[in-house]
């Protein structure tokens, strides 16, 4: 994986190439659908409130990454709808930019496929976080069809991630199971419980709560 140490290097040896300023905005279209918008969104929003109390990670959808001072937007390259980059500060960005970033790319990356990307998604970005971002675990995710298929780097290479008993696939970078619940990609623990969004947990508080006979909404 390029380092900082090695983007400065590149620096030093090529000094005729102008690096962009690393306050980039994200230069990505809308999402395809509705469905694919409520899918990231709930990808992003269910990992920010289980890890609530972290500040290392940096969770996103739909943001251009920026790996290359030579990128162009001729490429055809997207940024991915929903990447993950672990050991770095949480903060709100405007895109990723590597270089700026100290040479980090996404630990995990998941593409919601549309019949338009499906392609890109499954051989030219594959490609990419393969060779060049080296992204440890890949998945990808149809909405419409419920398409599921994930990716782990050894040796350079993806290998298709097994699924469980239950269909679900492990994510060794997040330390969670991916798998599909009422039609949607959620998270699961390791014991194989649903990670809750934040309204669902508030939905189990309540429910709690009448049990005992107390009324949430005079609390």
Partial sequence: MIIAQDIEQTKDI???VVFPPSDLYSDEPPVETEL?????????KCLKWLWKDRNDFYAAGNLTIYYSPNQKKNENLRG?????????????????????????????????????????????????????FRTPDYFW????TLEFAGFYLTNGKYQPIEPNEKGYLWSE????????????????????????TPEETAERLAAKLRELNIDPEKI
């Fill in 14 to 16: 090529f000094p005729d």
């Fill in 80 to 132: 991915p709808d929903f990447f993950v980059v672990l050991g770095t500060e949480r903060k709100t960005r405007k895109s990723w930019v590597v270089w700026d970033e100290d040479g980090k790319y996404p630990n995990v990356i998941i593409e919601i496929l549309s019949p338009s990307t499906a392609n890109s998604d499954k051989v030219t970005k594959k490609e990419l976080y393969q060779n060049t």
């Fill in 173 to 196: 970078q997040l330390g969670l199971y991916l798998g599909i619940y009422e039609g949607l990609l959620r998270y699961f623990t390791p014991e194989g419980d649903l990670v809750p």
């Fill in 141 to 144: 995710f149809d909405p419409y």
């Fill in 36 to 44: 694919h918008l409520e899918q990231i969104m709930l990808l992003i």
